[in-house]
Structure formats: structure tokens, C-alpha cells
């Protein structure tokens, strides 16, 4: 048996900015308010924080024979001398800390929590406070007020008549300061309403994103992690639809690192975008890199990354080719086997497919549709076929869209697909056993051209893979066209995609035209690419 070759690996990216086909939208599954378990009456009457992080009282107040001294210490306000009252400002509290689960947040020194069960992209309601320096302890929801906090905050000020919302931020097991658990105190001091429009602010919450720009609105430089924009707001679209990418490097050549497409808000409303989650998690994990919108009176929900498209040059006698949608480029300059990387706002699109350069205007090979395309989803799109197909039985070059949508939990056994992208009828695919498939190992039923197997979950180990004719061959036992060595990992969850032609005619290239495997693995957020040689049946 041949040796496997891993050879012209290659991972290319391109980000390309694209017009959105409609509004983005808010996701379900988060961000409705916090109606129940919150403090009632003001947070003053409830709430109490320790006397060395109090604000100094009124010495006319204290005087006051009737004024009782442990509460004028605890409540660190003063009082105003007219009314008798002290003042107060507005808190909030929004989880931005992926990884966290629901919480319960106190302020040091009341044995009743603020706010309890708040759960990850939540937002409470405002609840007054009396005017002073807080400091909050976070528990799991729950716990016993006597019990160890996971977190205490640092001091959160509260000023007369002002609004403070207080995010949860960060790792909560970070061992690196730079991503730690915190509290981020954001007064809002929103400028004037905006006609027919919202106002907006980023907050920078994620503890693995680098210090970003952004495009598409007015914020000049870049946010770093922990910061936010200025707090007068800069204009949004109220009707959604507007496309915000996050760049890297704003100073010198800005590469795209996300983008999001903006669900409607109301017009007139305050929008803190608050970036979330891990960078280093897939969009569609639980904790994704994300976009929790926090609204005047309360949150919106949250917003997915834009679909992620990984464009696959899978074409064996093509050379360089483009793919786009209308006149934008998704793909440029891409030769067989490698592959790369764009994202789009959710919606259908047709792509066509060129020889490489027309700016997307030369003689299009074929244009096909994407299917809908949805927000935190990644997309394989498979350039197969020929260039100059030799007969009835062989497809001329067109895109294939395939959903990543492989499970995370399987940490014990690879999860394969198999796609079918080579100029043949049918195939199956299975482990060869004595030099043929069996009834028990066949993997796949028989797999069209331009169409993926279902998954298959196979355990950890070493295998013998090959790929056997389907046409006129109902039953098993199978003898392999060709096959291929195979090692499966755990965890792993790959496209494997026969490329090429069984039986090339000399304008294929001769036998450089043969099947490879072209091995696409999606276990990390950048794709991995790598053209695997097939090994010849002895005869």
C-alpha cells in the first residue's frame, strides 16, 4: 500500500463585504428581560454595602438625633437637607461572561441578592440605588448568601440622577489578568435623539478578541478589550439591515476578523452592542463570539456572526477560478485544493463560478443557489466538475453548498461525511477488510455526484478506507476502486470529498486526472484543507 501524502496544504482567507439581502434578526434562545427575582422598592431600602466603601454623609443628617447611625453608614448617601430623602441613580446588570452560568448578585453587606438567576446575554431592569461607591459579590444562582463568591467586584459608582450599567465581563477562569473576570461600569450619557434612527455603543466584553475597529458605522480607532465607544452613541439604522465588520489592524491593512448584520430596533432607542463570547469557539457554540444588544429598557437579544462561507476549489482539470455573488468577489485566484474564506449577511445568493482574473464579469462556467443561509453558520461551497467534460457521464464545473451543522459533543470518534466530486455515477464508500467492503463495513449508501453520505461516526483508530462502484452493484461484498489510509481522531469532524476522474482522458491530464481525496476538516474556526494520494488495488 502507498504511503498517504498530505501534501499543498493550504488555508486562505478572504473576507468579503456583501450588501445584505434583509434585516438581521435577534436570536430567540437569549436576551428577554428579567422581570422575576429582582429587588423591589429602591435599592436602597433592600441593599447595604460596607462603610469603607461609602461616600461621606451629610454632616446635618448625621447630627439628627433620630438618624440611625449604622444605616447612614451602609447606605453611603446623602441626604438631601430639603426633602429628607437621599438621592439616588439608576443600576442595571447585563452577563456578558460566557462560560458562566445563571448568577445571583449581591451588594456586599445585604444578605438578599440585587438581582437573582441571571442567565448568560441577560439584562435586568433599572433599580434605584442610592448615591455611593458599591461593591457586588456574584454567586451561582442558588447558593446560600453565606457562601464563598465566585467573583467580588471592584467598586461600582453610582452618582445623583445618573444610569449605570453594570456588565459581567471576562473569563471566570482566566489565568491571565488580561482576560479576567470583571465588572464594566458603563454610564449612559446618550446624546440627542436621531431622527428616524437609533443610537449606538460598543462595548469590547470579549476575553479573547483582539482590540478591533469597526466598519460600517461612525467609530474612529479601534475599541480595546474592556473599553467602550464614546458615550454619546453614534447613529444606526432603526429598519436593521446595516452591516457592522469588526477589522484588526485599523492603522495599517485592516483584515476582517467578524461581521454582524443588525436586526431592526426601535426608533429613538439606546443600543449598547456589547462583543461577547470566545473568538476561539465556533459562532454556533454556546459560547461563540457574539453581539448582545442591550436596548433603554432592557435586552434585545443577541446577534449571531454573519454566515461564513469556505469556497472550495474541487475542479482537478481547472485552473484558477473566482466565485461570486453578483459583482462581489467571495473567492479569488483559487487553484485546486486550496481553499477560502468570506462572509455574507444571512440570506440565499447565486454564485457563479469564472476563470480567474474577470472581476467577476467574464464567461461564467455555471451559477448556482446557496439555499438560505443563516446568522453563527459556516458553508462549504464545493467547486466540482470539469472544465471540458468528455461525455454524457460527466458534469461541467458548477458550486455545491453543503451545511457544516456537524455535532460538538463526540470528543471520542471522528464525524465523516463523505461527498461525492468526482466524474463518476455512484459510489460507496467503506472500510476495506482482505481487500474488500463488506456487508458490515460499508459506510455510506451510494452517493450521487455532487452529494454528501449521511454522517458517519467512526470510533478512534487506524483504518483502510476505499471507495467501490455503486452502479449495478446492489449487494455487497464491494471491491475498492481505489483506497486510502485513514486515521480517525477523536473529535474530529470532516468533509472527506472524492476529486478527480477514475478513468481520465488525455485532455484530463492523463493519470494525473485519477481520484484524490481532498480532506476538509472543520474542527477549528479556520478550516483545514489537505489533498490525500489514493493507493491502487493490486492486481
Not at 448582545?292 to 469556505?310: C, E, H, T
Amino acid at each position: 500500500m502507498g504511503k498517504t501524502k498530505f501534501g499543498r496544504f493550504c488555508t486562505r482567507i478572504l473576507c468579503a463585504v456583501v450588501l445584505p439581502l434583509g434585516s438581521g434578526c435577534f436570536s430567540e434562545d437569549f436576551g428577554t428581560p428579567v422581570d422575576d427575582g429582582l429587588a423591589t422598592g429602591t435599592a436602597g431600602q433592600e441593599s447595604t454595602a460596607s462603610a469603607g466603601e461609602m461616600s461621606t454623609t451629610d454632616q446635618s443628617t448625621t447630627d439628627q438625633s433620630t438618624t440611625d447611625q449604622s444605616t447612614t453608614d451602609q447606605t453611603s448617601s446623602t441626604s438631601d437637607a430639603s426633602t429628607g430623602t437621599a438621592p439616588t441613580g439608576e443600576l442595571r446588570a447585563v452577563h456578558a461572561a460566557a462560560g458562566l452560568g445563571p448568577v445571583d448578585i449581591y451588594a456586599v453587606g445585604n444578605p438578599a441578592p440585587l438581582f437573582e438567576a441571571i442567565e448568560y446575554a441577560d439584562a435586568t431592569t433599572w433599580v434605584e440605588m442610592p448615591v455611593g461607591s458599591w461593591t457586588f459579590e456574584f454567586r451561582p444562582a442558588g447558593a446560600a448568601a453565606d457562601s464563598t463568591p465566585v467573583h467580588t467586584s471592584a467598586p461600582v459608582s453610582v452618582e445623583e440622577a445618573s444610569r449605570v450599567t453594570a456588565i459581567a465581563a471576562g473569563s471566570i477562569g482566566a489565568q491571565e489578568e488580561a482576560s479576567a473576570f470583571r465588572v464594566l461600569a458603563v454610564e449612559e450619557q446618550w446624546g440627542a435623539p436621531l431622527e428616524a434612527r437609533a443610537r449606538a455603543r460598543w462595548v469590547h466584553a470579549g476575553p479573547d478578541a483582539p482590540a478591533f475597529g469597526v466598519d460600517g458605522v461612525e467609530v474612529e480607532g479601534t475599541i480595546e478589550r474592556f473599553e467602550s465607544t464614546e458615550a454619546e452613541g453614534f447613529g444606526l439604522d432603526s429598519v436593521g439591515g446595516q452591516r457592522l465588520a469588526l477589522l484588526e489592524d485599523v492603522q495599517g491593512d485592516p483584515a476582517t476578523i467578524t461581521s454582524f448584520t443588525m436586526a431592526p430596533v426601535g426608533e429613538g432607542d439606546e443600543v449598547l452592542l456589547i462583543a461577547a463570547g470566545n473568538l476561539n469557539e465556533l459562532a454556533r457554540e454556546p459560547g461563540g463570539f457574539t453581539v448582545i444588544a442591550v436596548g433603554r429598557d432592557g435586552a434585545l437579544g443577541f446577534i449571531r456572526q454573519d454566515p461564513q462561507l469556505f469556497v472550495l476549489h474541487g475542479s482537478r482539470d481547472a485552473a484558477s477560478l473566482e466565485a461570486c455573488t453578483g459583482d462581489t468577489e467571495l473567492a479569488a485566484n483559487l487553484s485546486y485544493g486550496e481553499i477560502a474564506s468570506a462572509r455574507v449577511s444571512p440570506g440565499t445568493y447565486d454564485v457563479s463560478i469564472h476563470s480567474y482574473p474577470s472581476g467577476c464579469g467574464a464567461t461564467v462556467f455555471s451559477t448556482n443557489s446557496t439555499g438560505a443561509l443563516e446568522a453563527g453558520e459556516r458553508y462549504l461551497l464545493l467547486v466540482t466538475g470539469e472544465v471540458s467534460p468528455e461525455d454524457g457521464g460527466e458534469a461541467g464545473i458548477q458550486v455545491t453548498t453543503f451545511d457544516d451543522a456537524y455535532p460538538l459533543d463526540d470528543d471520542q470518534g471522528a464525524r465523516l461525511r463523505f461527498v461525492h466530486g468526482a466524474s463518476y455515477s455512484q459510489i460507496y464508500v467503506g472500510a476495506v477488510v482482505d481487500g474488500e467492503i463488506s456487508a458490515a463495513n460499508v459506510l455510506t449508501q451510494p452517493i450521487a455526484w455532487s452529494v454528501e453520505s449521511g454522517e458517519v461516526a467512526i470510533p478512534a483508530g487506524s483504518y483502510v478506507v476505499g471507495i467501490a462502484d455503486a452502479v449495478g452493484k446492489p449487494s455487497p461484498p464491494y471491491a475498492p476502486i481505489v483506497t486510502v489510509d485513514y486515521e480517525a481522531i477523536g473529535g474530529a469532524r470532516q468533509w472527506i470529498i472524492a476529486a478527480g476522474d477514475p478513468s481520465p482522458e488525455e485532455t484530463d491530464g492523463g493519470a494525473l486526472g485519477f481520484l484524490q481525496l481532498i480532506v476538509v476538516d472543520t474542527t477549528t474556526p479556520l478550516w483545514g484543507v489537505a489533498i490525500v494520494d489514493v493507493d491502487l488495488p493490486t492486481l
